[in-house]
């Protein structure tokens, strides 16, 4: 079944079983491998990616419903002149990772918790960063949200 989307801003059509996840064609199909397998049930957040804007676990989305929509993965976050997303950059200042893995979907939750709300509460932050890392990374994960948004630096600048 040929099935047509946008990813990154770009069409894309692809021929896949209607039920496949969107990760496997993101990665097997498109090349885009920054968007990780974890758990394949949704529980992880490795795979997140942004669906018309909204954050969506790609391990269990099929394909099919990808029709007429628009998909943004880990590689889609730079601009086009190839400048870090705000989020991206926050990330290596702070220093986030440690074995990597699930950090391009923790970002993608962040960059839609940004979007969402601008600047996060602690509460906002614990309620929407639902993602799993194994090395327990959370503080700098904060860290690294709070930077993006500017508010590290009020925070810093009021004490």
């Keep these: 079944m040929a099935i047509a989307f946008t990813v990154n801003g ?22 885009m491998t920054g968007t990780k397998f974890g758990c394949g049930i949704a529980a992880c957040g490795a795979c997140s ?29 730079k601009s086009a002149e190839g400048t870090l997303h705000r989020v991206q950059q926050a990330w290596i200042d702070a220093q986030v990772p440690q074995c990597g893995y699930c950090q ?35 503080p700098r994960i904060r860290k690294a949200i709070l930077a993006a948004t500017g508010a590290a630096a009020a925070a810093e600048g009021a004490a």
């Design 10 to 31: 770009k069409p894309v059509s692809v021929e896949a079983d209607a039920d496949t996840p969107l990760l496997w064609v993101l990665r097997d199909d498109l090349g």
């Design 49 to 77: 990616v942004h669906v018309d804007g909204n954050l969506a676990r790609s391990c269990s989305v099929p394909v099919s419903e990808m029709v007429g929509k628009s998909v943004t993965t880990i590689e889609g976050l």
């Design 104 to 138: 391009s979907g923790q970002i993608m939750a962040a960059v839609a918790l940004i979007e969402k709300v601008g600047t996060p509460s602690d509460q906002q932050i614990d309620e929407a960063m639902t993602n799993i890392c194994r090395c327990g990374t959370y």
